[in-house]
Protein backbone atom coordinates (compact mmCIF):
# COMPACT_ATOMS: atom_id res chain seq x y z
CA UNK A 1 0.00 0.00 0.00
CA UNK A 2 1.35 3.10 -0.40
CA UNK A 3 2.31 5.62 2.67
CA UNK A 4 0.14 8.38 3.53
CA UNK A 5 2.13 11.18 3.78
CA UNK A 6 1.88 13.89 6.87
CA UNK A 7 3.88 17.43 6.51
CA UNK A 8 5.05 18.30 9.82
CA UNK A 9 4.15 22.61 9.30
CA UNK A 10 7.37 23.21 11.95
CA UNK A 11 9.79 23.51 8.98
CA UNK A 12 6.66 25.85 7.38
CA UNK A 13 7.21 29.84 6.54
CA UNK A 14 5.27 31.19 9.63
CA UNK A 15 5.21 34.28 8.36
CA UNK A 16 3.10 33.26 5.33
CA UNK A 17 1.73 30.13 7.44
CA UNK A 18 -1.56 30.18 4.84
CA UNK A 19 0.22 29.35 1.77
CA UNK A 20 2.16 26.73 3.13
CA UNK A 21 -0.98 25.33 4.32
CA UNK A 22 -3.09 25.71 1.19
CA UNK A 23 0.49 23.37 -0.92
CA UNK A 24 -0.31 20.96 1.76
CA UNK A 25 -4.26 20.84 1.12
CA UNK A 26 -3.03 21.08 -2.99
CA UNK A 27 -0.48 18.26 -2.21
CA UNK A 28 -1.71 14.16 -2.03
CA UNK A 29 -0.66 14.77 1.63
CA UNK A 30 -2.78 12.49 4.00
CA UNK A 31 -2.13 14.68 7.12
CA UNK A 32 -0.55 18.04 8.08
CA UNK A 33 1.15 17.15 11.15
CA UNK A 34 1.32 20.16 14.38
CA UNK A 35 4.33 19.15 16.44
CA UNK A 36 3.68 21.00 19.91
CA UNK A 37 6.42 21.35 22.14
CA UNK A 38 6.42 22.80 26.11
CA UNK A 39 9.89 23.74 26.81
CA UNK A 40 9.62 21.22 29.72
CA UNK A 41 9.18 17.74 28.26
CA UNK A 42 11.50 18.35 25.30
CA UNK A 43 14.55 21.19 25.17
CA UNK A 44 11.97 23.14 22.73
CA UNK A 45 9.14 25.53 22.24
CA UNK A 46 7.11 25.58 18.88
CA UNK A 47 3.71 26.67 19.32
CA UNK A 48 0.23 26.24 20.66
CA UNK A 49 -3.33 26.22 20.72
CA UNK A 50 -4.55 29.00 19.09
CA UNK A 51 -2.37 28.57 16.29
CA UNK A 52 -4.11 25.11 15.92
CA UNK A 53 -6.92 26.69 15.65
CA UNK A 54 -5.76 28.99 12.95
CA UNK A 55 -4.40 25.97 11.25
CA UNK A 56 -7.74 24.24 10.86
CA UNK A 57 -9.76 27.46 9.69
CA UNK A 58 -7.73 26.85 6.18
CA UNK A 59 -6.69 23.40 6.65
CA UNK A 60 -8.19 20.94 3.97
CA UNK A 61 -6.62 17.54 5.49
CA UNK A 62 -7.04 16.05 8.77
CA UNK A 63 -4.56 17.62 11.19
CA UNK A 64 -2.15 14.81 13.26
CA UNK A 65 -1.17 17.04 16.11
CA UNK A 66 2.10 15.75 18.06
CA UNK A 67 2.10 16.72 21.67
CA UNK A 68 5.48 17.13 23.22
CA UNK A 69 4.12 17.86 26.78
CA UNK A 70 4.64 17.29 30.00
CA UNK A 71 0.86 16.55 31.31
CA UNK A 72 -0.93 16.15 27.69
CA UNK A 73 -4.03 14.90 29.88
CA UNK A 74 -5.04 18.84 31.06
CA UNK A 75 -5.16 20.07 27.24
CA UNK A 76 -6.81 16.74 25.15
CA UNK A 77 -10.12 18.69 25.17
CA UNK A 78 -8.52 21.75 24.53
CA UNK A 79 -6.83 20.37 21.20
CA UNK A 80 -9.97 18.47 20.31
CA UNK A 81 -12.09 21.75 19.99
CA UNK A 82 -9.14 23.46 18.28
CA UNK A 83 -9.33 20.72 15.85
CA UNK A 84 -6.90 17.72 16.06
CA UNK A 85 -8.32 14.69 14.41
CA UNK A 86 -5.57 12.97 15.57
CA UNK A 87 -3.67 13.32 19.28
CA UNK A 88 -0.43 12.09 20.03
CA UNK A 89 0.68 11.61 23.15
CA UNK A 90 4.18 10.67 24.10
CA UNK A 91 4.41 6.94 26.45
CA UNK A 92 7.27 8.92 28.35
CA UNK A 93 4.59 11.60 29.83
CA UNK A 94 1.60 9.22 30.46
CA UNK A 95 1.92 7.31 33.54
CA UNK A 96 -1.95 6.18 33.11
CA UNK A 97 -1.96 5.20 29.38
CA UNK A 98 -5.01 3.88 29.28
CA UNK A 99 -6.98 6.35 30.55
CA UNK A 100 -5.56 9.00 28.56
CA UNK A 101 -6.13 6.92 25.49
CA UNK A 102 -9.35 6.48 26.57
CA UNK A 103 -9.93 10.29 26.92
CA UNK A 104 -8.67 11.19 23.48
CA UNK A 105 -11.37 8.83 22.12
CA UNK A 106 -14.39 10.17 23.83
CA UNK A 107 -13.47 13.69 22.78
CA UNK A 108 -13.89 12.33 19.37
CA UNK A 109 -10.15 11.57 18.22
CA UNK A 110 -8.19 9.49 17.04
CA UNK A 111 -5.66 7.83 20.03
CA UNK A 112 -1.72 7.49 19.05
CA UNK A 113 0.94 6.72 21.20
CA UNK A 114 4.60 8.16 20.82
CA UNK A 115 8.23 6.30 21.25
CA UNK A 116 11.44 8.15 21.97
CA UNK A 117 14.68 6.34 20.27
CA UNK A 118 15.28 4.59 23.44
CA UNK A 119 11.78 3.20 24.55
CA UNK A 120 11.29 0.02 23.40
CA UNK A 121 8.10 -1.58 21.35
CA UNK A 122 7.32 -3.73 23.73
CA UNK A 123 5.99 -1.29 26.01
CA UNK A 124 2.58 -1.14 24.52
CA UNK A 125 2.17 -4.92 24.14
CA UNK A 126 -0.94 -4.47 26.76
CA UNK A 127 -2.54 -1.68 24.61
CA UNK A 128 -1.53 -2.02 20.98
CA UNK A 129 -5.20 -3.36 20.36
CA UNK A 130 -7.20 0.26 21.75
CA UNK A 131 -4.51 2.27 19.65
CA UNK A 132 -5.32 4.08 16.33
CA UNK A 133 -1.89 4.56 15.81
CA UNK A 134 1.77 3.99 17.36
CA UNK A 135 4.15 6.85 16.28
CA UNK A 136 7.78 5.68 16.73
CA UNK A 137 10.43 8.87 17.06
CA UNK A 138 13.46 8.68 14.58
CA UNK A 139 15.51 11.69 15.78
CA UNK A 140 15.29 12.78 19.55
CA UNK A 141 11.99 15.10 19.63
CA UNK A 142 12.51 18.66 20.04
CA UNK A 143 13.86 19.71 16.46
CA UNK A 144 13.53 19.37 12.89
CA UNK A 145 16.34 18.78 10.60
CA UNK A 146 18.01 15.85 12.51
CA UNK A 147 19.66 12.81 11.45
CA UNK A 148 17.88 9.99 11.47
CA UNK A 149 18.23 6.95 13.87
CA UNK A 150 18.91 3.33 12.01
CA UNK A 151 17.67 1.67 15.01
CA UNK A 152 14.14 2.87 13.38
CA UNK A 153 14.42 0.40 11.20
CA UNK A 154 14.30 -2.88 13.72
CA UNK A 155 11.36 -0.91 15.37
CA UNK A 156 9.12 -0.62 13.21
CA UNK A 157 9.35 -4.06 12.29
CA UNK A 158 8.95 -4.92 15.74
CA UNK A 159 5.98 -2.66 15.72
CA UNK A 160 4.41 -4.48 13.06
CA UNK A 161 4.97 -8.06 14.51
CA UNK A 162 3.23 -7.10 17.18
CA UNK A 163 0.28 -5.36 15.35
CA UNK A 164 -0.24 -8.56 13.68
CA UNK A 165 0.11 -10.74 16.45
CA UNK A 166 -3.03 -8.57 18.20
CA UNK A 167 -4.58 -8.23 15.29
CA UNK A 168 -4.80 -4.34 15.47
CA UNK A 169 -5.71 -2.32 13.05
CA UNK A 170 -3.11 0.14 14.30
CA UNK A 171 -0.75 2.25 11.46
CA UNK A 172 2.81 2.70 12.15
CA UNK A 173 3.55 6.59 12.02
CA UNK A 174 7.49 7.66 11.90
CA UNK A 175 8.91 10.94 12.68
CA UNK A 176 12.34 12.46 12.07
CA UNK A 177 14.99 13.05 9.09
CA UNK A 178 12.93 11.29 6.83
CA UNK A 179 13.78 11.51 2.62
CA UNK A 180 13.45 9.79 -0.25
CA UNK A 181 15.99 6.96 1.23
CA UNK A 182 15.22 6.65 4.82
CA UNK A 183 10.91 6.46 3.76
CA UNK A 184 12.03 4.04 1.17
CA UNK A 185 13.49 1.61 3.95
CA UNK A 186 10.61 2.82 6.21
CA UNK A 187 8.17 1.78 3.54
CA UNK A 188 10.03 -1.47 3.25
CA UNK A 189 10.37 -2.32 7.41
CA UNK A 190 6.14 -1.75 7.19
CA UNK A 191 5.67 2.08 7.83
CA UNK A 192 2.28 3.46 7.03
CA UNK A 193 2.91 7.38 7.66
CA UNK A 194 5.51 9.19 6.84
CA UNK A 195 6.15 12.64 8.75
CA UNK A 196 8.86 14.99 6.58
CA UNK A 197 9.21 18.81 7.79
CA UNK A 198 12.55 20.12 6.46
CA UNK A 199 12.96 17.55 3.65
CA UNK A 200 9.61 18.63 2.25
CA UNK A 201 9.99 22.50 2.89
CA UNK A 202 13.57 22.58 2.11
CA UNK A 203 12.99 21.52 -1.47
CA UNK A 204 12.97 23.51 -4.73
CA UNK A 205 9.04 22.18 -5.44
CA UNK A 206 7.62 21.10 -1.76
CA UNK A 207 4.52 19.25 -3.24
CA UNK A 208 6.17 17.43 -5.62
CA UNK A 209 8.42 16.13 -2.88
CA UNK A 210 5.34 15.09 -1.18
CA UNK A 211 4.31 13.35 -4.22
CA UNK A 212 7.58 11.43 -4.54
CA UNK A 213 7.45 10.51 -0.93
CA UNK A 214 4.05 8.77 -1.27
CA UNK A 215 5.38 6.71 -4.08
CA UNK A 216 7.85 5.36 -2.71
C1 LIG B 1 10.62 16.59 15.94
C2 LIG B 1 9.23 16.69 15.36
C3 LIG B 1 9.16 16.37 13.92
C4 LIG B 1 9.94 17.28 13.05
C5 LIG B 1 10.47 16.48 11.89
O1 LIG B 1 10.58 16.75 17.30
O2 LIG B 1 8.35 15.81 16.02
O3 LIG B 1 7.83 16.26 13.46
O4 LIG B 1 9.21 18.37 12.57
O5 LIG B 1 11.36 17.25 11.22
P1 LIG B 1 12.29 16.70 10.08
O6 LIG B 1 11.43 16.03 9.06
O7 LIG B 1 12.94 17.95 9.58
O8 LIG B 1 13.27 15.76 10.72
ZN1 LIG C 1 6.26 15.36 15.08
Known amino acids: MR ?13 HLENDIQM ?29 EHVK ?12 ISNPDNFITAFASAGASWLTVHYETCPHLHRTISAIKENGMKASVCLNPHTPVSVLSEIIADLDMVLLM ?8 QQFIINTYKKVRELKSLIQENNSLCLIEVDGGVNFDTGKQLIEAGADV ?9 SEDPKETIRQLSEL
Open 3 to 15: PKIAPSILAANFN
Open 24 to 52: INESVAEFIHCDIMDGVFVPNISFGIPVV
Open 57 to 68: KVAGKPLDVHLM
Open 138 to 145: SVNPGFGG
Open 194 to 202: LVAGSFVFN
